[in-house]
């Protein structure tokens, strides 16, 4: 089949897609977006965040056909330039990034989490990452960047 979707606001086409294979397998391997990782492949790690239609998704729980005429919004769109996304400077100035596996999917799902609420007590940071599985943090810098991005965000609006 052919695919078409959004991405991060540009119309984008694949051809010889097999409707079973994932959205992020055709982010990655097909469209050249290699910012959604994939480390478990199976719903469990969260590194694959994605958004579609505006919902935080797992994109290597979707079928490509799923995707079909849909809007697409990686971690590769957060920023809208070349500058940093303030949660993406938080996570690096809080020391969050390691390895940085599991960054891109914890940008998204802390972005999706600053969108609904704006200064999010430690419960609700926790319950919203809660997904999103980190092997080299220890999680407390991760905490302190979703704090640190709450606040500077908080502070410019
Ligand atoms: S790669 Fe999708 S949840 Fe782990
Ligand atoms: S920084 Fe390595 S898995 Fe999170």
Not at 12 to 35: F, N, T
Not at 42 to 70: M, N
Request: charged share 25%.
């Amino acid at each position: 089949m052919r695919l078409s979707l959004t991405v991060n606001g540009q119309e984008m086409k694949a051809d010889d897609i097999w409707v079973g294979e994932s959205l992020l397998y055709v982010l990655r391997e097909r469209m050249g977006m290699p910012g959604s990782k994939n480390a478990c492949e199976q719903g469990e790690c969260g590194s694959c965040t994605v958004y579609l239609d505006g919902v935080a998704v797992c994109a290597c729980l979707v079928a490509a056909g799923q995707a079909q005429g849909r809007d697409v919004r990686t971690v590769e769109g957060l920023a809208p330039g070349d500058d940093l996304h303030p949660i993406q400077q938080a996570f690096l100035d809080a020391g969050a990034v390691q390895c940085g596996f599991c960054t891109p999917g914890l940008l998204v799902a802390t972005d999706d989490l600053l969108r609904r609420t704006g200064r999010p007590t430690d419960p609700e940071i926790r319950e919203a990452l809660a997904g999103n599985l980190c092997r080299c943090t220890g999680y407390e810098k991760i905490l302190d960047a979703v704090r640190l991005a709450a606040d500077r965000m908080g502070a410019a609006s």
